[in-house]
């Protein structure tokens, strides 16, 4: 037998879900798309939501060409192209409060490192960084990115 327990609380969650209604979106924020057009492998530059930009995984390109160089030109170019987006959705490298870097390779980590501590504000934001094995494109590295929008 059911206890009366149950019974009420399996009515009050059917309730609840009869009864709730979707919030609207108070402002609307544009999709950041700056590299998304500069080449195949790239599909869109970053999505911004509630003041915050997640950038897609960006690549060393230019001009949709892969740079030429090692890791430490791929770094620096990885480091601009996000910093383009980042202007773009009205913010800067000085508000990422996290980065993900994936390597091709961990034993470019140490030269990856010295060009992304000689080119990012400090403090430093929050890092995560893996070998993957192999990049689209043969890249050496890519990096995504979550930043805050000041005054949103």
Known sequence: MVSITSFLTTLLAVAGVVSAKPVAKSTKQPVVTYLGTQGPILSSGAWTSKGIVYTSGTVPTFNGSIITGGIEEQTAQ???????????????????????????????????????????????????????????????????????????
């Open 78 to 152: 990885v480091i601009k192209n996000i910093g383009a987006v980042l202007e773009e959705a009205g913010t800067s490298w000085e508000y990422v409060m996290k980065t993900t870097v994936f390597l091709a390779n961990m034993s470019d980590y140490t030269a990856m490192n010295a060009v992304y501590g000689a080119m990012l504000p400090s403090p430093k934001p929050a890092r995560t960084a893996v070998e993957v094995g192999k990049l689209p494109g043969s890249f050496l590295i890519e990096i995504e990115a979550i930043a805050a929008i000041p005054n949103s």
